[in-house]
């Protein structure tokens, strides 16, 4: 009965929580960036069919400049490296390295991807590599870095070196979350010391560098504590380890600057009335999370690499970064197949194409190039797939929808090209919006 009384007052307080609702004037000024390319998103459809992923080639190379300018007038010495796991499209790899970014790879399939690309720099992160992996990773040692899990790793990849008669190149990943899930990633910081003692002996290892990883950061502030812990450490370890430190890793995670976009059942609330009231679900929202500009990142993170870090130890700084990336950089195009009723309409593309169910929870406009309008009306947009879980979305911005419409899902370039599965329908093909598109 007690626990019943905990639970009654989390759930009263959850509910009595109000997610903030998303600035609608700044959410149809977004719908209009895109309504001012309408053409060139039509031509496109025109030419290529539909559904279509569409890389958006000038947002692609606008992020990788405004990322590049503020981390390198913060960190002169950084490094960056682009985490291919957010996109893996062999073309936005491609262009970044032509930005001159390095690439971040976590699997012999990614590595793979990566070393297509001549001469880009690439570190290798992730647990559990394999030793054909790792073996891969050796047979590249003169561009490939890895990024060492544990202790167990650290053996194998000796393993693997000495086998090829190679010296590979290595940092170690130091946990920032000692507990529940996120301790599966590196070792604990109290055994740096240790890993680095043991790594002696591994004659085929030249270990160099740190890395850390924390995900889905609104703001710079859990970085930047774990970059404040780093500087502890560095000041505890002995100088010749110092000095045997030539790189910090600190890992991607910057949320894009639009913030977090959600759903009613995206929010703690939302979640808790669909279980109570499902009857009344869906009728809310958008609902919205501010994030941090790119600026602002850099400038604190600088700040704490200054103080932290490099007042302790002469080394680069690299950072993995992805979403931030190619959030903006791909967008999907959808043709409306059939309209079921004043408030239904099913599209030739489904959410087969991003891989999960994201738009229960995620908010997207779903824009009709075809009527546009700055005004969003509410309607289900649901896609082909056999199952209701289908949804592109509550409403659409125009003035009406209709079979043979063109839709665009904009900013659908993180975690979602990725995860696309060949699941009843099969996966859309990609175009290139640029000056001069082509397909690829
Ligand atoms: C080790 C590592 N680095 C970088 C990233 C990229 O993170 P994000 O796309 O949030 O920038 C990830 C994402 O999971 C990661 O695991």
Redesign the pocket.
Known sequence: MDNLDFLMNRAGEILRRQTPLLDREKLAAYVQSFLSRRDAFLAITRRHGSPLYILDEPALFDRAYRFSEAFQREIPRINLFY?L??NHHPAIASRLAGCGMGL?V?SGLELQTALAIPDVPIIF??PGKTLPELALAVAHADRVTVLIDSFGELARLEQAASAAGATMSAGVRLTNDERGLWRKFGIPPADLERFMTDADSCAHVMLCGLQF?S??NMDPERQVAFISRLGELMGQLPAHRRTQITFIDI????WPEAGEWLQEAGTPEGRLRQCLQPETFGTSGPYGYPSTPIDLFAERLGRAVKAELHSRIDCRIFA?????LCHDAMHILLTVIDKKGDDLVITDGATNAIGWERFETDYFPVINLSRPDRQERPGLVLGSLCTPHDVWGYGYYGTDIQPGDILLMPSQG?YTYSLRQNFIKPVPETAVLSAAPDQI
Request: net charge neutral; hydrophobic share 20%.
């Open positions: 985490a796991k957010s971040d976590s992160s992730g990883h995900s889905w890992g991607g995670g910057y993995e970064p992805g979403r931030w993180a």
